[in-house]
């Protein structure tokens, strides 16, 4: 049965949110990472400095992400949703005016904080609009951050052979645009949804408490490869596989959601979480350990078909568990993780980005073994069927 909310069809509601996640996420927020060897080569970018402007992004985000959970009309305003696709946009086009280190911090300060906004209103519209639909067709309009991935890492490519590091920003403003103008009449949810809060019983607060461990963790290692990741191919690969190499991040990633939606069905979230996460730390550490255009592409395909699923995955986890505040907690330790992330490994960017992926890895390792602990048998809340649907009786 297909619901029209508005005038609007619930497809169209998914194109337009995977729009502005697209513009908000796949470029506001992560075309950094195949802009950043151009900044380094032509801009005079320091790694220490590189590593810093990611982290102000982060913040950014964070500060977003609290606004939404303490003001939550933001979340629901289409005016906010927007003025943050402008301001993003805005921040986009002004990087290349300017070789000051601390503007450049600035301006992706803001791009983060316009990008958890526009990213919780999507996410917000999304399920508005959904409720009762598919859960495939919600993870498609999820994916819509790695559809901006790849055409991002699409225009960086062909900027590195016809143009400068000036002229990818300048590019990703124009795509953000468009992507913007597509995702202009998206509806928010118009009102709040509110369900009280189920007291935490002491296994739901072990898992929870795993669970928070695991996807804290998961922020500081994926965010490392998010990063650096396109940066260190470069350095052991002809100059194309890079940004190539990001192309593959966005086009695993854009059917990802969906596909873990599909397992779901029939493997419990707790050991896809677990399988995700040993995933992950494989092919955030590939191309530290193994050379070559090969290695690089599979390294990407892991990393994206992964880092979206993760996610969507600890969320319905921690709505399962029932904890107070779960999803917003789960939200602020992951933000927190990403933060730290890129401060965690500046020490190992003098000689390079192996180290700093193999750290990465190690970190993801440790948030499979925290997910371990929520599947855990000894664990007295059926985790193992968590996330499967009920059996119908013939």
Do not use: K
């Not at 999820?142 to 920003?169: E, K, N, P, Y």
């Not at 590019?171 to 935490?200: F, H, K, M, N, Q």
């Not at 690969?237 to 854009?254: D, N, Q, T, Y």
């Amino acid at each position: 049965m297909t619901t029209i909310h508005n005038g609007v069809s619930p497809r169209a509601h998914a194109v337009q949110a995977a729009a502005a996640l697209a513009a908000s996420m796949g470029i506001g927020r992560f075309v950094y990472t195949p802009i950043l060897p151009l900044m380094h080569t032509q801009a005079g970018l320091s790694a220490s400095l590189g590593a810093t402007l990611a982290t102000a992004n982060y913040v950014g985000y964070l500060i977003g992400a609290l606004a939404g959970i303490l003001i939550p009309g933001v979340v629901r305003s289409a005016a906010v949703m927007r003025t943050s696709l402008v301001v993003l946009i805005a921040t986009l086009a002004l990087m290349p005016t300017t070789h000051d280190g601390s503007i450049w911090f600035a301006l992706r300060l803001v791009a983060g904080i316009a990008s958890a906004l526009v990213f919780m209103i999507a996410v917000s519209a999304l399920h508005a609009h959904l409720r009762g639909q598919s859960q495939f067709l919600a993870g498609w309009g999820f994916g819509g951050v790695g559809l901006g991935i790849a055409l991002s890492g699409v225009l960086v490519l062909v900027v590195r052979f016809i143009g400068t590091w000036s002229t990818a920003w300048l590019a990703s403003a124009a795509l953000a645009v468009v992507c913007a103008v597509a995702a202009w009449g998206l509806t928010p949810e118009p009102r709040p949804i509110i369900t009280p809060d189920a007291p935490g019983t002491p296994s739901s607060q072990r898992g929870f408490t795993a669970l928070f461990i695991s996807y804290f963790l998961e922020g500081i290692g994926y965010i490392i490869a998010g990063t650096f990741l396109v940066a260190a191919i470069d350095l052991a690969a002809p100059e194309w596989v890079g940004s190539g190499a990001w192309i593959v991040v966005g086009l695993a990633a854009f059917p990802s959601c969906a596909l873990w939606a599909w397992l779901s069905l029939r493997w419990s979230r707790p050991t896809l979480l677990l399988v995700a996460l040993l995933i992950q730390a494989v092919g955030i550490a590939l191309p530290a350990v193994i050379g070559g255009v090969g290695p690089a592409l599979i390294s990407a395909f892991l990393f994206g078909v992964t880092f979206l699923g993760i996610g969507s995955i600890v969320l319905a986890i921690g709505a399962h568990l029932q904890f107070p505040r779960a999803v917003a907690l789960l939200t602020a330790g992951y933000s927190v993780g990403q933060i730290l992330g890129p401060l965690v490994v500046t020490p190992l960017l003098r000689d390079g980005y192996r180290d700093a992926l193999l750290l990465g890895a190690a970190v993801v390792l440790g948030a499979a073994v925290a997910a371990a602990v929520c599947g855990s048998d000894s664990l007295p809340i059926s985790m193992r069927t968590l996330g499967r649907p009920p059996r119908l009786r013939r």
